[in-house]
């Protein structure tokens, strides 16, 4: 029999020491490691019929820092799908004196707006989103527009009548991907593609800044042809676009039935038959 020699009481003060170090609060962030699966997911799995590939489940809400890059990533297609024309920076939306940084934003963007009719420009649709400056100087907020182009001048003097800082306009050059890298980067949604998506900005803390949204947008900035549409269904249709000729159909399942779903091409056939019919049904339904 090993020897078990008592630990002594030198050693053991210095672990009980050690423990309640560990438990002494600090003002540091928590850290914001992204988990690597959703932890609301409940082992549950998604299986693309057509292909066989499995995917871990996830809860989808944006106060989860697994799902909120993916819904990030979601929002970015779909605001690049409305196809926005210019960005607008402002170079201070908000400040640390305001109580509530993103009602204080929103608020001084309805006065830029106001401004801007008042001078007899329509300032278009907009979508933003806020990002803290360096050195607790404010918020500075990130935009896109559709609609017509705002002279540098006017937007200036909108803003600046509005109590806002110091805007710059400029044309989308390049559609796609640079529109969806832009403003959304706080959310970790910091590119196209799964493979060269990155989690390593504080998502909380871009979601705290700006009340719990990714980003605010003006009614009729999920436009297409002319009708306003959901956001949640224009994020469906840029990704079906991306898929193209790509058919897909997602089940939910345990990870056991998964192996059986994933072996049986037969029992695969069937559930995407169903799924496609449910799918005509809703469709006739609709209409
Ligand atoms: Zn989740």
Redesign the pocket.
């Known amino acids: 029999m090993p020897l078990v020699l008592e630990p002594s009481p030198t050693v053991l003060a210095e672990e009980a020491r050690g423990r309640l170090a560990s438990l002494v609060p600090t003002d540091q962030m928590e850290p914001t490691e992204r988990p690597e699966v959703?932890?609301?997911?409940r082992g549950r799995v998604v299986v693309e019929l057509y292909s066989g590939q499995v995917f871990p489940d996830?809860?989808?809400?944006s106060q989860?820092a697994?799902?909120l890059p993916l819904n990030a990533r979601r929002r970015c297609f779909a605001i690049t799908y409305v196809k926005p024309k210019r960005m607008i920076m402002i170079s201070v939306l908000a400040n640390e004196s305001d109580g509530s940084i993103h009602l204080a934003a929103r608020k001084r963007i309805g006065l830029v707006k106001r401004n801007l009719k008042r001078m007899g420009i329509a300032p278009g649709e907009w979508c933003w989103t806020l990002e803290q400056n360096p050195e607790e100087t404010g918020y500075h907020a990130h935009c896109l527009q559709r609609g017509r182009w705002i002279p540098q001048a006017e937007l200036q003097e909108a803003c600046v009548r509005a109590g806002a800082g110091i805007p710059y306009i400029n044309k989308i050059k390049q559609e796609g991907i640079w529109t969806s890298r832009y403003g959304l980067k706080g959310f970790g949604a910091n590119g196209y593609g799964l493979k060269g998506f990155r989690s390593t900005d504080d998502g909380r803390q871009a979601l705290r800044i700006n009340g719990g949204r990714m980003e605010h947008h003006s009614r009729g900035f999920f436009t297409l042809e002319g009708e306003r549409i959901h956001v949640r269904e224009v994020e469906r249709r840029a990704i079906a676009e991306m898929n193209g000729a790509t058919r897909t159909a997602y089940v939910g399942s345990t990870v056991d039935r998964a192996q059986s779903i994933v072996q049986d091409g037969q029992l695969r056939d069937t559930l995407i038959r169903s799924i496609n019919r449910r799918t005509w049904e809703n469709l006739r339904a609709m209409s």
């Open positions: 959703c932890p609301k997911s996830r809860c989808r809400s989860c697994f799902c």
